[in-house]
């Protein structure tokens, strides 16, 4: 996550990653959270690599109080229509969020074992992912095609296909949406257009696919050996 993450307090353990009640807080905080705040990032001045870096804060200051997660700025920023909104480019699932705020609730237990176990696990491991809340739709990337004629956006799920016309005086544009296609649950991160502008990729969590870009029909999906969000095409 930008900006923030969470202060820590308490030292009650937990033993599993996974549990029938879903996912435990501290592999929550790992898959959304770790990415931003390394000593390559630390965005927000946030460090989240040892448990001392994560008490010690960042810019914003503590995000929450251990026991009292209502009112709390880091549980706010999860929800749907928050503005700073966390993570910038996914939502979490609402059992995701209530999980974090009874973890909060209870006084935040850590377990450093868990959290150093967490850091080896794979990249690869399994995901399921849940369709983007319908009121939340960021476009996170564009492509404009090589004549120029064309403009595609990934807005939330979707990639939306504008058509582009100049106006009478020619001093301005228009864009017209002729069409979109979902190419799966998770956000669109990124787009490119072939050279001769006859098909369009699009990226999102470990998958690519290709579309014709005039039928808009899925020509390919490339999923193997991929990892993490695909956040950049050429």
């Known amino acids: 996550m930008a900006l923030l993450c969470l202060g820590v307090s308490g030292h009650g353990s937990v033993s599993a990653a996974e549990s029938s009640d879903g996912p435990h807080p501290l592999a929550i905080l790992q898959r959304n959270c770790l990415r931003c705040h390394t000593e390559e990032k630390r965005k927000g001045g946030l460090l989240m690599t040892s448990r001392e870096a994560i008490l010690a804060g960042g810019e914003s ?21 928050a503005d ?9 699932k609402p059992n995701e969020i209530a999980a974090l705020e009874h973890w909060i609730d209870s006084g935040a237990p850590w377990d450093e074992a868990l959290w150093k176990q967490l850091r080896l696990s794979p990249l690869d491991g399994p995901v399921t992912l849940t369709h983007l809340p319908t009121a939340y739709q960021p476009v996170f990337s564009v492509a404009l095609s090589p ?49 001769d502008g006859q098909w369009v990729a ?7 696919t290709l579309w014709n870009a005039a039928s808009r029909e899925k020509l390919a999906e490339i999923t193997a050996d991929l990892k993490g969000r695909l956040s950049a095409l050429a």
Do not use: C, Y
Not at 84 to 92: A, D, S
Not at 172 to 195: I, K, R
């Open 202 to 208: 699009a990226g999102s969590f470990r998958r690519i």
């Open 84 to 92: 700073p909104h966390m993570p910038p480019k996914g939502q979490l």
């Open 147 to 195: 004549d120029g004629k064309t403009l595609v956006a990934g807005r939330g799920s979707r990639i939306e296909w504008l058509s582009i016309s100049d106006s009478e005086d020619g001093k301005s544009a228009t864009f017209q949406p002729v069409g979109n296609v979902e190419p799966g649950p998770d956000s669109v991160q990124s787009l490119a257009w072939s050279p």
């Open 61 to 81: 200051g503590p995000s929450f109080e251990p026991g009292h997660s209502g009112g709390s700025f880091f549980i706010e920023t999860l929800f749907p229509d």
